[in-house]
């Protein structure tokens, strides 16, 4: 089972509200991943977490905030977005066998975030 | 600097019609090449993982091809199903970045 679950599929919010993204897997992966992916474009990588910590960060605006309360779960806090911020927000999951060369990513569904 | 390039941008088949996905590459040091599928609103679903050159893999009507330089995904037979975008990305020496093409549009006509 290669399965990353993302909730909620929708969002719409006002640009001072304070809503949160979900994600989990029960696969075991060790690493974690936020990507922000606009129309027509390929996913762009936001954050990632090895072993529960956060080990990079592509100069994301800190009104994204990502938490990841254990291995299985991946939050994504948002406050005071503004509307160039609507996008399909993916939530992703590898194994992180450090003695492999390549480590593959697993998607979920994504959450279709709307700022108004 | 690590770049893909997919081609073409669009292709528009009839069922039943074969053709080929070509994803150019140019890294320092690949460590995998990923194929992912994606419909409208979706996450990429994965299909392949290819590690070195002159490996192939393949999946019902899908079969990826590896060079040194290029990656080719053919679709054999294709039915109107495998409408969907397809994402080509590098994992090279930063291991858990993937470098994405900006993909291929496939729609296949009934």
């Known amino acids: 089972d290669t399965e990353v679950t993302q909730t909620p599929k929708h969002l719409v919010m006002g640009m001072t509200n304070k809503k949160s993204l979900k994600c989990e897997q029960h696969?075991?992966?060790?690493?974690m991943y936020w990507y922000k992916q606009k129309a027509k474009k390929p996913p762009e990588l936001m954050f990632v977490y090895s072993y529960e910590k956060l080990s990079i960060n592509e100069s994301v605006p800190s009104r994204f905030s990502p938490e990841c309360p254990n291995s299985s779960l991946l939050n994504l806090h948002l406050h005071a977005l503004q509307p160039e911020d609507s996008a399909l927000y993916l939530c992703a999951s590898s194994p992180l066998f450090l003695r492999q060369a390549t480590d593959t990513q697993y998607f979920g569904p994504g959450t279709r975030l709307t700022v108004l | 600097e690590d770049q893909v390039t997919q081609s073409p941008e669009a292709l528009r088949l009839q069922e039943g019609e074969s053709s080929s996905l070509n994803c150019s590459y140019t890294v320092s040091g690949l460590r995998g090449l990923f194929w992912y599928r994606q419909d409208p609103g979706k996450g990429p679903e994965f299909l392949f993982t290819?590690?070195?050159a002159g490996e192939e893999k393949e999946k019902e009507r899908l079969k990826a091809t590896l060079t040194k330089k290029e990656s080719f995904l053919h679709i054999t037979a294709p039915k109107p199903e495998d409408s969907a975008t397809y994402l080509c990305?590098?994992?090279?020496?930063?291991?858990?970045?993937?470098?994405f093409g900006t993909g291929t549009r496939l729609l296949v006509s009934p």
């Open positions: 990305a590098v994992q090279a020496g930063g291991f858990q970045k993937l470098v």
């Open positions: 290819l590690y070195s």
């Open positions: 696969m075991g992966h060790r690493a």
